[in-house]
Structure formats: structure tokens, C-alpha cells
């Protein structure tokens, strides 16, 4: 083989390696970049589709066999940290997952214990701004503090069962039976409203319930609609305003405007088990036999799109009951609850700013694609710079004569 040609199958391997190095460039890119869409969905799909989750992974669990299992998880939170915490009432305990999925460790005082700082039925859980976690056990008719290391720190009683709770602003709200009970963090009573019933300003809820801005919000579960009040009990609107129960007539309640219009929204609740706000402001409501969650203007009551179908597979539910919001990923966690998980999915236009989808890359999957990136970008850079010295050499030599004789830059025979 004559150096001439020896020198144009060195070129032809060096742009061969550098146009594939680019390939997969642009592969990793393109990737990368799908992910930061806000809703993973195609170009073509329509707003509030079945499809429009985005399911980022599920937790099962610590082992695999049954009682290392969650098993009918009723509730979740979401610590300030990402730590995902999720309820086990059965077997009175509370498993904690890292935001990565990773299992971190069990809070667990005895199942069917009844004394201090012990769980009878954990059903619905939430965690304060400092990371203490408040537990509303239904049974035992407590709520039970612990801090976010799993330390007992107080308790105090309720009225009947303590079914939900939720704490903000140093104000901790309690669902009861029929009623809504505020307490300061450290369990002292500031007001209460409500009775069970289907009429205005009445409810029969389980465990769901959020307050912003000195407004409550309930998933009323049992007479199917979302009410929301004051604090002091004052009803600003409920949806649907013509509430059917289960066990009795549709009954009148009042329209968004308060005005007691009683026309039928056109959503009609299944069984509303919990809400929360996302980083937009908007309320997400989880209805278990709807088997999915729905998009909820505060102010009017109104759902903007709904999500979720029934189903095993991931992105599906069966019967969920709880969810929490972490604002810094933009995910959900729902408590799918007969499929035995806690889902974490993400919906579109959650995110509170333009910073959501770098949020949802950063802690995505797709992260590990970044240092493989970066490596192909240096192997071009450098593929291209070896490149540049080859040629120059390669004229150096042919004006000087030594072209054929001087193989002293990168032989040939090393390539």
C-alpha cells in the first residue's frame, strides 16, 4: 500500500469516527430534550388525555416477600427533603422512600398499640414545612407527631376519628366526622365548623383536605362533590351544586358564586378521596372510582382536564386514595391502593415556573445520559483536534520535503 493511500484511509477512519461520535450526540440530545417537554406527550395529543401521565416509577416496597410489601396504602406525603412517605394502616406502620425510590427505613410503634406515641390505624399523613410528620390515626382518634427523623415529639386527641389532616402555616386541619377542627402545631383547638349531613355547609368526608389563604378545601368523598369554605365555616362554593348521595335524594347546595343556583357542573364526582395543590396553584383532586385525578380551579370549583385510567399497568390506577405534590421535581405521589404502590406520575403544566422541566430532567432517569454526553462531546473535540494537528503535519512534511520519509507525528502503522 503505497503512503499515499495509507493517508487517505487514515482520513476516511477519523471523519467516519467523528460524524458517529456526533450521531450519538445528537441522539443523547434529542433524549434529553423530549424529556424537558412539559407533558411527554406528543405534538398531536389533546390537553387532559387519558395518555397525558407521565409515569416516572412505583414503589412496592422494602422485599419481596408479603409483609415487606405495602399493602392498601390510604395516604401520602411528601417531605421538604423529596422523602416519600407512605402509610401501611394494616400494619400500622409508615414506610419513607428517598425521591431516587430507594427505601430509607420504617416508622413502626406496634401494630394495634394504643398507648403514647403508638398507631392504631395511620390512615392519612401529612408533614409540615419544618419536616415533622403529623399522622391522623382514625382509630385510636389521635393525631401523632413525630419529627423527620422518626422521634416522637406529641399527640393530642379529637372528638370522634381523626380521618384527615393537613398542615400549613403553623395551623394543623382535621378531618373529623363530619366536621373540620383547627389546632395550633403543638394540638391547641382554634375553631372547628361543619356537622355530617348533605346540606350546605355539612359534610361526610375521609381524609381529604388542603387550606390556602384562610380558605378550606374538602373532598367531600361520601355525597360526591368538592365544597370549600372559610375558616369559620362559611360556604364559598360547592361542585357539583346538586349533591346525589348514595343513600338518599340529589339535594340543593350552593353554586360557585355562593348564590345557590343548583346547576349541575359538568363533572360529576365518583368518590373525591384527597387533593392538593400543585405548583401552579391549581387544586388536583384524586377520585378512587373514577381512577383518576383531575385538574380543579379554586376559585369556581371548576375541573380544567382529568388523567388516569383504570388499570395495573403503570400510569393506570385501581381505587387511589391519596396524593402530595413535591414542587422542586414537579411529580405526584398517589397512593394507588389496590395495586398495593404508590405511583409517582407527572401531569402537564404543573410546574410553578420555567425552571419545572430542568427539575423534571435533573431528576429523571434521563440524568444519567449527561455524563456520556459530555464524554462523546470531548471524544469529538478531541477527535477533531487530532485531526487538525494531522493535517497540518501532513502539509508541514509536504513543504519541506519529508512526506515520504518522516512518520514520526502518528505513524500509519498505529492508526
Do not use: C
Request: net charge negative; proline share 5%.
Amino acid at each position: 500500500m503505497t503512503e499515499h493511500s495509507a493517508w487517505n484511509r487514515t482520513r476516511l477512519i477519523l471523519v467516519t469516527v467523528i460524524v458517529l461520535l456526533i450521531a450519538l450526540l445528537l441522539v443523547l440530545f434529542a433524549l434529553f430534550v423530549n424529556l424537558l417537554r412539559p407533558s411527554g406527550l406528543p405534538d398531536s395529543a389533546p390537553a387532559g388525555a387519558a395518555d397525558g401521565i407521565q409515569w416516572v416509577r412505583s414503589l412496592y416496597g422494602f422485599g419481596p416477600s408479603a409483609d415487606e410489601q405495602l399493602l392498601s396504602p390510604s395516604s401520602v406525603a411528601i417531605a421538604p427533603n423529596g422523602d416519600i412517605y407512605a402509610t401501611d394502616p394494616i400494619r400500622a406502620r409508615i414506610m419513607v422512600f428517598r425521591s431516587d425510590g430507594i427505601f430509607s427505613r420504617i416508622l413502626h410503634t406496634g401494630a394495634g398499640g394504643t398507648g403514647k406515641a403508638q398507631f392504631v390505624r395511620p390512615e392519612s399523613i401529612a408533614i409540615a414545612d419544618n419536616g415533622d410528620l403529623y399522622s391522623a390515626d382514625s382509630w385510636a382518634k389521635k393525631i401523632i407527631v413525630f419529627d423527620s427523623n422518626g422521634v416522637f415529639v406529641r399527640e393530642w386527641p379529637v372528638d370522634s376519628m381523626a380521618r384527615g389532616v393537613f398542615v400549613t402555616g403553623g395551623r394543623v386541619y382535621v378531618l373529623d366526622v363530619g366536621h373540620v377542627i383547627i389546632f395550633t402545631t403543638h394540638g391547641e383547638r382554634l375553631a372547628s365548623f361543619g356537622a355530617r349531613g348533605r346540606k350546605p355547609g355539612q359534610l361526610d368526608a375521609y381524609q381529604g383536605i388542603v387550606a390556602r389563604d384562610g380558605r378550606v378545601f374538602v373532598a367531600d368523598s361520601y355525597y360526591n362533590r368538592l365544597p370549600s369554605f372559610t375558616e369559620s365555616g362559611a360556604v364559598l362554593w360547592t361542585l357539583p351544586a346538586a349533591s346525589l348521595s348514595r343513600s338518599g335524594p340529589a339535594t340543593q347546595t350552593p353554586a360557585g358564586d355562593g348564590s345557590g343556583s343548583g346547576q349541575m357542573a359538568e363533572h360529576a364526582w365518583d368518590l373525591p378521596q384527597d387533593l392538593v395543590f400543585d405548583g401552579k396553584g391549581r387544586l388536583v383532586v384524586v377520585d378512587a372510582f373514577r381512577f383518576e385525578i383531575d385538574v380543579v380551579d379554586p376559585k369556581t370549583g371548576k375541573v380544567q382536564s382529568s388523567y388516569g385510567e383504570f388499570g395495573r399497568e403503570d400510569g393506570q390506577f385501581f381505587y387511589p386514595t391519596s396524593i402530595a405534590y413535591d414542587a422542586r421535581r414537579d411529580w405526584f405521589a398517589v397512593a394507588d391502593t389496590q395495586n398495593n404502590r404508590i405511583q409517582i406520575v407527572r401531569i402537564p403544566d404543573s410546574g410553578s415556573d420555567a425552571l419545572s422541566g430542568v427539575w423534571r430532567a435533573v431528576s429523571s432517569p434521563y440524568r444519567y445520559l449527561v455524563v456520556p454526553a459530555l464524554v462523546l462531546l470531548l471524544a469529538i473535540v478531541f477527535a477533531t483536534w487530532t485531526g487538525l494537528r494531522m493535517l497540518k503535519a501532513r502539509d508541514l512534511q509536504k513543504e519541506d520535503g519529508t512526506a515520504d520519509v518522516d512518520h514520526t507525528i502518528f505513524p500509519i502503522e498505529t492508526l
